[in-house]
């Protein structure tokens, strides 16, 4: 794989300048608590896409109201969330990048709901976290539907491409895991069916040349959690039924039991590694890739398509300007706003 950084990549209907990849962080900042994108959404994302991001992916956003991990993140439930999104998405693509959304539900993590749902009655461990109610199999049906509307919203706002929150110990995660799902119906004896049917229903509100990706968490680190021969099941049968590329994270699922997360630079990509070569799949690398030379070498070893870095564009919302000339990219082809050009 010879490509760099700094290199265009296209996937479907989706063109990218390069393949920086701006990973979905909460704010926590919906003061109104109506689930809707405020001035400070408008200025977080919008700086970012000056900065010179190929791809923004808007942060956690909840399907319903009780799918928040509080009442200060974003919603997507109501046709009244959908200006607002255009709004913010509109602002992005003034300045060149591209954005995805990252549409979710808490499940058992929802702490502000006052009673969260769940596959099953397993709590989240910790003193913020509330006991769950398991989910009927009605409303299983009901909340992939929800997942759907969700979608047509975020379409209708103009994005690019939707990310699926199957990570991290939120809904879908809670569903391929035998640690999370003790269900006796269809949607426990086959673990991947509630997200292939979200998948199913969500590729019916998309455009056909716009990509699907899906965040999936390779292993869990809680005692008794699955391994990525578990994972590569469960992504296989998202893949057939429509996920166009997958955003390698692991854990969240509950605190780490014996098997630790490395927690050092770089320590999630041979994960994604091996998503691309089994699955023969785009994969998006995330996890500590903060620095330039390292976030260049995922992409030109082939470890990855894509490198997303959270961390690193919280400190600096010009992180991809900054990484292009670290890594020897002239100052005319890196993106550079000609306001700040003088600066550099």
Request: aromatic share 8%.
């Given at each position: 794989?010879?490509?760099?950084l700094?290199?265009?990549?296209?996937?479907?209907?989706?063109?990218?300048?390069?393949r920086?990849?701006?990973?979905p962080?909460?704010?926590?900042?919906?003061?109104?608590?109506?689930?809707?994108?405020?001035?400070?959404?408008?200025?977080h994302?919008?700086?970012?896409?000056?900065?010179?991001?190929g791809?923004i992916?808007?942060?956690?956003t909840?399907?319903?109201?009780?799918?928040?991990?509080?009442?200060?993140?974003?919603?997507?439930?109501?046709?009244?969330?959908?200006?607002?999104?255009?709004?913010l998405?509109?602002?992005?693509?003034?300045h060149?990048?591209?954005?995805a959304?990252?549409?979710?539900?808490?499940g058992?993590?929802?702490?502000?709901?006052?009673?969260?749902?769940?596959?099953?009655?397993?709590?989240?461990?910790?003193?913020?976290?509330?006991?769950?109610?398991?989910?009927?199999?009605?409303?299983?049906?009901?909340?992939?539907?929800?997942?759907?509307?969700?979608?047509?919203?975020?379409?209708?706002?103009?994005?690019?491409?939707i990310?699926?929150?199957?990570?991290?110990?939120?809904?879908?995660?809670?569903?391929?895991?035998?640690?999370?799902n003790?269900?006796?119906?269809?949607?426990?004896q086959?673990?991947?069916?509630?997200?292939?049917?979200i998948?199913?229903a969500?590729?019916?509100?998309?455009?056909?040349?716009?990509?699907?990706?899906?965040?999936?968490?390779?292993?869990e680190?809680?005692?008794?959690?699955?391994?990525?021969?578990?994972?590569?099941?469960?992504?296989?049968?998202?893949?057939?039924?429509?996920?166009d590329?997958?955003?390698?994270?692991?854990?969240?699922?509950?605190?780490?039991?014996?098997?630790?997360p490395?927690?050092?630079?770089?320590?999630?990509?041979?994960?994604?590694?091996?998503f691309?070569?089994?699955?023969?799949?785009?994969v998006?690398?995330?996890?500590?890739?903060?620095?330039?030379?390292?976030?260049?070498a995922?992409?030109?070893?082939?470890d990855?398509?894509?490198?997303?870095?959270g961390?690193?564009?919280?400190?600096d919302?010009?992180?991809?300007?900054?990484?292009a000339?670290?890594?020897?990219?002239?100052?005319?082809?890196?993106a550079?706003?000609?306001?700040?050009s003088?600066?550099?």
């Amino acid at each position: 794989m010879s490509e760099k950084l700094f290199s265009p990549y296209q996937f479907k209907g989706l063109q990218l300048n390069n393949r920086v990849v701006m990973a979905p962080m909460c704010q926590y900042s919906v003061t109104a608590k109506d689930g809707i994108p405020n001035d400070w959404h408008q200025v977080h994302y919008v700086s970012r896409a000056v900065g010179g991001t190929g791809l923004i992916v808007i942060e956690m956003t909840d399907v319903e109201p009780d799918g928040r991990i509080t009442d200060n993140d974003l919603g997507i439930w109501s046709d009244e969330h959908i200006p607002a999104f255009a709004k913010l998405v509109n602002g992005m693509h003034a300045h060149g990048s591209k954005v995805a959304i990252q549409i979710a539900h808490a499940g058992r993590k929802a702490e502000d709901a006052e009673q969260p749902v769940a596959p099953s009655v397993v709590t989240f461990p910790g003193e913020d976290f509330r006991e769950p109610r398991a989910l009927t199999t009605k409303e299983v049906e009901a909340m992939v539907q929800k997942f759907a509307d969700g979608v047509r919203r975020a379409v209708q706002a103009g994005v690019d491409a939707i990310e699926l929150h199957g990570a991290h110990g939120y809904l879908i995660h809670q569903f391929h895991s035998k640690l999370m799902n003790h269900r006796e119906d269809v949607y426990g004896q086959d673990l991947a069916r509630f997200g292939v049917e979200i998948i199913h229903a969500v590729k019916k509100e998309m455009p056909e040349d716009m990509p699907l990706i899906m965040r999936i968490s390779a292993i869990e680190y809680a005692d008794g959690g699955y391994d990525i021969e578990h994972t590569l099941e469960m992504a296989r049968a998202y893949q057939a039924a429509g996920v166009d590329i997958f955003h390698i994270s692991s854990g969240g699922e509950g605190p780490a039991g014996q098997r630790k997360p490395g927690n050092y630079p770089g320590y999630q990509v041979p994960f994604a590694r091996r998503f691309r070569e089994e699955l023969n799949v785009p994969v998006i690398a995330v996890g500590l890739l903060d620095d330039a030379a390292l976030a260049q070498a995922v992409i030109g070893n082939g470890d990855a398509d894509l490198v997303a870095v959270g961390r690193g564009m919280l400190r600096d919302p010009y992180w991809a300007n900054h990484a292009a000339l670290e890594l020897g990219v002239s100052k005319d082809k890196a993106a550079i706003a000609e306001q700040y050009s003088r600066g550099y």
